[in-house]
């Protein structure tokens, strides 16, 4: 089996705001072979995170967190149009996303 995604996709997926019923995108649907490509692309990708010295994973975890920071509105517009949450909530959960990334990395969360 290829660890290549087989770019043939039969069918798609709309995404809908929940709220207008709108069409905000179209996906297509993963096959079992794209399923099984990902999981060996993570399967590799995870042995050289675990090969990465803790101050080089502390190091990518925070530079993630920051840019999570720098977008934290647009996430959150995101998340409201995905899945209909108050744009308060959005926002906490956006800066949730960075104080976790930030605490996985040995820092100080919140």
Wanted: no cysteine; glycine share 8%.
């Amino acid at each position: 089996m290829s660890n290549e995604p087989s770019h043939q996709h039969p069918h798609e997926h709309q995404i809908l705001n929940p709220a207008t019923e709108e069409v905000i995108a179209t996906v297509p649907a993963a096959t079992p072979g794209d399923v099984a490509a990902a999981v060996a692309r993570a399967t590799e990708a995870q042995r050289g995170w675990a090969g990465l010295a803790p101050a080089d994973r502390a190091r990518l975890l925070r530079r993630f967190a920051a840019v999570v920071d720098d977008h934290i509105e647009e996430l959150a517009a995101l998340e409201v149009r995905e899945a209909g949450h108050p744009i308060g909530n959005a926002r906490w959960e956006a800066g949730n996303v960075r104080d976790l990334l930030d605490y996985a990395a040995g820092g100080r969360s919140g």
